[in-house]
Nanobody
Framework: QVQLVESGGGMVQAGGSLRLSCAASGRTVYAMGWFRQPPGKEREFVAAISWSGRSTYYADSVKGRFTIARDNAKSTVYLQMNSLKPEDTAVYFC???????????????????WGQGTQVTVSS
């Protein structure tokens, strides 16, 4: 079994930055990603990263502003968020895939494990 714990959320003004962290414990996980759920809306894909860290994918809405990275020695994945906008306000979730045979996962239903989420609020 795997546990994922997000941290680093908070409240910032538009144009500010935050860095989210996701610490994994238990079994080894491979592809990982970040999703977010704005208030009153469906959860949506944000970014994903392969085990090696060499392959990354981003939603169009965050390209050029967000960066996903990982440190496997620390079993941690990060999401650096710059130039934040009010529309980035959401609960951000970390997700992990236990399959060694896949490289990158961008579909919500394919992930095996989820964190409890961390709130990000961007004020205007």
């Amino acid at each position: 079994q795997v546990q994922l714990v997000e941290s680093g959320g908070g409240m910032v003004q538009a144009g500010g930055s935050l860095r989210l962290s996701c610490a994994a414990s238990g079994r080894t996980v491979y592809a990982m990603g970040w999703f977010r759920q704005p208030p009153g809306k469906e959860r949506e894909f944000v970014a994903a990263i392969s085990w090696s860290g060499r392959s990354t994918y981003y939603a169009d809405s965050v390209k050029g502003r967000f960066t996903i990275a990982r440190d496997n020695a620390k079993s941690t994945v990060y999401l650096q968020m710059n130039s934040l906008k009010p529309e980035d306000t959401a609960v951000y979730f970390c997700a992990a895939d236990q399959r060694i045979t896949v490289v990158v996962v961008t579909t919500e239903t394919e992930y095996d494990y989820w964190g409890q989420g961390t709130q990000v609020t961007v004020s205007s």
